[in-house]
């Protein structure tokens, strides 16, 4: 069975700070690796994806790493702002017949304080 | 174009009670998918519906069901609601035909059920 940790649960940072978000996953076989961004009460909005054959993927601030053989993943985030505050949550879609089925896991909460 | 759409945003309902949700996929989106969040939790699968057909099932008890229309617009019903019910329900769509690995799963905003 799948299971994905983040680390760490919750983190405050000051604004201008570069700071890395990690995902850690059981099982390598999957097709790839999301993650999202989700504001209090919202939906999910896809921040990068990486499929199992990439090792990272890269949007303006953002950059994603992905080593499926340890089964971890980071998630970068570059002169924090405070508008970054949000939960952010990794997901895997593992392989075989695993239509739509994304694994997450329960996020880190990220506050970036003026 | 426009994005995932949910009915209702908000619902309360009490024990006992059956509940309905609609999910309006992205134009062209055959796949959607379906996920409870709570704090507890967090989020889990609850099915995934492609062309009208069940291809995926989370571990939950019968009381959860769905369907997918010929226009793909789903619909998720929960019978005999529970206490432990009350959830953010999000529907995800994605076009479902694209290699696996490559494709995103695009979010609605959610219905929150309250049951009382």
């Known amino acids: 069975k799948q299971e994905v940790t983040q680390i760490p649960a919750a983190l405050s940072v000051p604004e201008g700070e570069n700071l890395v978000l990690n995902c850690s996953f059981t099982d390598s076989a999957i097709y790839n690796l999301q993650w999202f961004r989700q504001d209090p009460g919202k939906g999910l909005t896809s921040l990068l994806l990486?499929?199992?054959?990439?090792r990272e993927q890269t949007s303006g601030r953002l950059n994603a790493s992905l080593d499926k053989s340890s089964g971890r993943s980071t998630l970068y985030i570059a002169a924090s702002q405070p508008g970054d505050s949000a939960t952010y949550l990794c997901?895997?879609?593992?392989?075989?017949?695993?239509?739509?089925?994304?694994?997450f896991g329960q996020g880190t909460i990220l506050t970036v304080h003026p | 174009k426009a994005g995932v759409t949910q009915t209702p945003r908000y619902l309360i309902k009490t024990r006992g009670q059956q509940v309905t949700l609609s999910c309006s996929p992205i134009s062209g989106h055959r796949s959607v998918s379906w996920y409870q969040q709570t704090p507890g939790q967090g989020l889990q699968f609850l099915f995934e519906?492609?062309?009208?057909?069940?291809?995926n099932k989370g571990n939950f008890p019968g009381r959860f069901s769905g369907r997918q229309f010929s226009n793909s617009r789903s619909e998720m019903n929960v019978s005999t609601l529970e206490l432990g019910d009350s959830a953010l329900y999000l529907c995800?769509?994605?076009?479902?035909?694209?290699?696996?690995?490559?494709?995103?799963?695009?979010f609605g905003p959610g219905t929150r059920l309250l049951v009382l």
């Open positions: 519906y492609f062309s009208e057909t069940q291809r």
């Open positions: 995800a769509s994605s076009s479902g035909t694209l290699a696996a690995g490559s494709e995103t799963q695009y």
């Open positions: 990486i499929q199992s054959s990439q």
């Open positions: 997901a895997v879609l593992a392989g075989g017949t695993s239509y739509g089925k994304l694994t």
